[in-house]
């Protein structure tokens, strides 16, 4: 028995002004608070005049009020341009504890309800949802499809792109319905099986949820593209797993499983080690497994636990009880909590005896070795790893490996004899490990391996899939940066661009080159740099298709091009080009363009420009001050910035 009540809600933002209680079945007199008031954030309290009772069930109102904000959480005010005029909207933002920012409410993951929202506004003003709408005076007529009703809304200027988007979202609806053995019954967007029909017992798990909405995402993108044209497991190597290694190679990461005690250390890990570590070592587990096991593993976890809460160790058990039903020797959990309970990853080194014995070694990567450790999280197994591995030659060529070809090193081993055997390597043979980089791990060799494989990029670089040809350029890079390879080694992973045509290999290479421009932007080698650069694209182009003419340069300005004609502009000219961008920006509906006419006012020389760039949009977040910071001339504005602004800039 208690008498008082608790619910969470950010007291500094809203104004409770009364409780009333009954009974929720037949008639009771309501219990009248005898005092409000707040305890330490997030919570608010009533104190009542009689105790309630274990098992009745009671009803709680309670009359509040809030402002409507501009601090893009809870209930806040929006706005965009549409010609001249600005828009004004009313929108939510209540991921993950901003809920309690609009209204009072246990907005907890273990906590689930149904809410009901009534919404009062004057003609011709629309409401939108995530969900269906109960009743309204308006009619709003959706296209069905089976049991969905799934609409689209758009500004008029993106009416041409509604199609396409309610068929690929109904499409992928139905797709991942099949894929995960259910039909998700809730009528609203979200995240559907993984976070609502399945929820995170509590923040520990936080990744589960971004983990496998950002692997999902190319699950649904890879079942839309038939032709493959946009090879998007190829883009998943460079824009996840290479992307969240610049994070995880530091110091100062963090594992993906933490405890968590309170809100405000669960917001700081809605990063990328969250979102793109968990999504690659959810495709990683998933090759161990084979697609299969992994995707039966993932239908009874769903069956298991709907409408209940789970944590790691659930689905774990899953995929371990899917695999011995599949006659697979592995053990799930064993294998993931040394991906999960520690931080960072490991660099593979592979060398070739005389007689083709392979010998793998693992040690953690860090990309300053020297770098000190914090100490906040300590790793249970001294930063060893179940790993699995996967290699080929330059004589076999086998690069359609599946899960019977990983060959393990598990955390008792720093060097392991792999069992396996390989055909006798001459000077001018390779051996390449991490096949299409299923393994969350960088790969090093010896010299003189290195250098076989840069001779095969030269001769015939086709040989080798786009992906791991984009894996030789970041881990050579990488190792040369943190003293595990020889610089020598980084470069002459890029001599053969001249040839490459695909995507990914660039997209590696356009990285480690953006680092040598700024490093080399002060010194007599920056003009030899750009040569290199020009003399290696240029091949590309023309082979692509792109005709570098003036006829073409004075038509539109072609959207792959256009972040590198709003910068060239804004550089080269003064304020009034600058001007005309922010003009341009301002007026932009285009969410794409507009963040490129925004990034690009980070471009002019003129210091006091920059200065004003900083102030521009606050819901840009990061990406303005790693704009300016980009600048030669704005390093030390951005910096003198995110000092003066870090307690807000860490709110946000």
């Not at 004899?417 to 043979?429: A, F, Q, V």
């Not at 003129?606 to 819901?619: A, F, G, Q, S």
């Not at 980009?630 to 910035?641: I, K, Q, S, Y």
Request: proline share 4%; glycine share 6%.
């Amino acid at each position: 028995m208690t008498d008082s009540l608790k619910h969470i809600s950010d007291s500094s933002s809203l104004s409770t002004q009364g409780v009333s209680q009954g009974v929720s079945q037949g008639v009771s007199p309501s219990i009248a608070p005898s005092s409000l008031g707040t305890t330490p954030p997030p919570t608010a309290s009533a104190r009542l005049d009689d105790e309630l009772k274990v098992g009745d069930q009671y009803s709680v109102d309670i009359a509040f009020s809030g402002p409507l904000t501009d601090d893009l959480a809870g209930l806040y005010l929006s706005s965009y341009k549409r010609g001249n005029d600005t828009v004004y909207l009313a929108t939510t933002q209540f991921e993950s504890p901003d809920a309690r920012e609009a209204f009072p409410c246990f907005d907890e993951p273990a906590l689930k309800a149904v809410f009901n929202v009534t919404l009062l506004r004057k003609p011709p003003l629309i409401s939108l949802s995530n969900t269906r709408i109960r009743a309204t005076e308006q009619s709003y007529k959706m296209l069905e499809k089976g049991i969905l009703n799934f609409g689209v809304w758009a500004r008029s200027e993106f009416a041409s792109s509604m199609e396409y988007a309610l068929a690929t979202g109904m499409s992928i609806l139905d797709y991942y319905g099949t894929y995960f053995g259910t039909n998700f019954p809730l009528r609203k967007q979200g995240l559907f099986w993984f976070g609502n029909l399945v929820t995170l017992a509590w923040w520990d798990d936080l990744w589960l949820n971004e983990g496998f909405a950002s692997y999902v995402e190319y699950i649904g993108m890879d079942f839309i593209d038939k032709n493959n044209s946009w090879k998007v497991w190829e883009q998943f190597a460079t824009d996840v797993i290479q992307s969240v290694f610049v994070m995880d190679q530091l110091t100062t990461s963090h594992p993906l499983y933490v405890p968590v005690a309170t809100v405000s250390e669960m917001e700081q890990y809605f990063d990328s080690i969250s979102y793109e570590k968990g999504a690659s070592v959810i495709r990683m587990i998933k090759f161990c497994l084979g697609e299969g096991t992994f995707q039966r593993g993932l239908q009874r976890y769903l069956r298991d636990h709907a409408y209940a809460n789970a944590n790691h160790t659930d689905l774990w058990r899953a995929w371990d009880e899917q695999a011995r039903q599949d006659g697979q020797q592995i053990n799930v959990a064993a294998i993931m909590d040394t991906w999960t309970l520690q931080m960072g990853f490991p660099v593979i080194r592979l060398t070739v005896s005389a007689n083709g014995k392979v010998t793998a070694t693992q040690k953690r990567f860090l990309i300053n070795p020297a770098a000190k450790d914090p100490g906040r999280f300590q790793s249970p197994f001294n930063y060893r790893w179940h790993v699995p591995i996967t290699i080929t030659t330059s004589k076999m060529a086998n690069f359609n490996v599946t899960e019977e070809d990983v060959l393990w090193l598990t955390p008792n081993d720093d060097t392991k004899e792999l069992n396996t055997s390989i055909p006798t390597l001459s000077s001018n043979d390779w051996i390449l490990g991490n096949i299409h980089q299923y393994g969350y791990y960088r790969v090093n060799y010896d010299t003189r391996n290195w250098e076989a494989l840069i001779r095969q990029l030269q001769k015939d670089h086709q040989l080798i899939p786009p992906i791991n040809r984009a894996q030789i350029i970041d881990d050579a890079w990488n190792l040369a940066s943190a003293g595990e390879t020889d610089i020598a080694v980084a470069l002459g992973t890029l001599d053969y661009l001249d040839t490459e045509t695909d995507y990914v290999p660039w997209e590696a290479a356009a990285l480690q080159l953006g680092k040598l421009k700024t490093r080399l932007s002060n010194t007599d080698g920056y003009g030899a740099l750009m040569r290199f650069i020009t003399d290696k694209v240029k091949s590309p182009f023309t082979k692509l298709g792109f005709d570098d003419s003036k006829a073409e340069a004075l038509e539109s300005i072609p959207p792959s091009m256009s972040s590198i004609v709003y910068c060239t502009g804004v550089r080269e000219g003064g304020e009034s080009e600058w001007n005309l961008m922010l003009e341009r920006y301002r007026q932009e509906s285009n969410p794409s363009q507009k963040t490129q006419m925004l990034r690009s006012l980070a471009c002019t020389s003129k210091v006091w420009l920059l200065e004003v760039t900083l102030d521009i949009k606050r819901d840009e977040g990061t990406g303005v001050i790693a704009s300016v910071a980009a600048n030669v001339n704005g390093r030390p504005l951005a910096w003198d910035f995110v000092r003066e602004n870090w307690d807000t800039i860490i709110a946000k």
